[in-house]
T-cell receptor, first 112, second 112 residues
Framework: SQKIEQNSEALNIQEGKTATLTCNYT??????LQWYRQDPGRGPVFLLLIRENEKEKRKERLKVTFDTTLKQSLFHITASQPADSATYLC???????????FGGGTRLMVKP | EAGVAQSPRYKIIEKRQSVAFWCNPI?????LYWYQQILGQGPKLLIQFQNNGVVDDSQLPKDRFSAERLKGVDSTLKIQPAKLEDSAVYLC??????????FGPGTRLTVL
């Protein structure tokens, strides 16, 4: 069966450290993968998109990697801040269509 | 630029009652999506419109859920009759080129 798995346990890190979140998928052939941020009581906000032929994408303190052999994407936040505390969702689009399928999200808590 | 608007923000109904949600996408966005997000899970796509035509409604429970997008702008999602398991946040999103999606704040539905 098809699965998109993110660590359901919250990730707690100290301010200034690098946070690394994982997204694993099975039985998908994604054309691209996106990462979103969601704060309580709000809709998701788009952060980054990485295509199947790209290994890495950066935007300010954010970095995403995409390994189609391992079927995994890693999302990094460097020099993390308490304001980065939120739930982070990965989502992928299959080659065959443009339907976005989300993982369950990982909650990140950055402590001062 | 105004974001995606949704109303109401909260709704509490008894099971077997009917409910409708409204969404106004970002001006000029041809693609509109409705998602269901159950507490602790990622959003699940219910239906996707391109202008006023349905692109994908494979995950819409058509025996009780219906959606329309008249004139290719606003959209309504209806549940009739509601079940306890329909308690969730209903998110509307829109996009212009099918990549980055812009989400509204959602409608939190509680079915008693």
């Amino acid at each position: 069966s098809q699965k998109i798995e993110q660590n359901s346990e919250a990730l707690n890190i100290q301010e200034g450290k690098t946070a690394t979140l994982t997204c694993n998928y099975t039985n998908y052939s994604p054309a691209y993968l996106q990462w979103y941020r969601q704060d309580p009581g709000r809709g998701p906000v788009f952060l980054l998109l990485i295509r199947e032929n790209e290994k890495e994408k950066r935007k300010e303190r954010l970095k995403v990697t995409f390994d189609t052999t391992l079927k995994q994407s890693l999302f990094h936040i460097t020099a993390s801040q308490p304001a980065d505390s939120a739930t982070y969702l990965c989502a992928l689009v299959q080659n065959a269509g443009n339907m976005l399928t989300f993982g369950g999200g990982t909650r990140l808590m950055v402590k001062p | 630029e105004a974001g995606v608007a949704q109303s109401p923000r909260y709704k509490i109904i008894e099971k077997r009652q009917s409910v409708a949600f409204w969404c106004n996408p970002i001006s000029g966005h041809a693609t509109l999506y409705w998602y269901q997000q159950i507490l602790g899970q990622g959003p699940k796509l219910l239906i996707q419109f391109q202008n006023n035509g349905v692109v994908d409604d494979s995950q819409l429970p058509k025996d009780r859920f219906s959606a329309e997008r008249l004139k290719g702008v606003d959209s309504t999602l209806k549940i009739q009759p509601a079940k306890l398991e329909d308690s969730a946040v209903y998110l509307c999103a829109s996009s212009s080129w099918g990549d980055e999606q812009f989400f509204g704040p959602g409608t939190r539905l509680t079915v008693l």
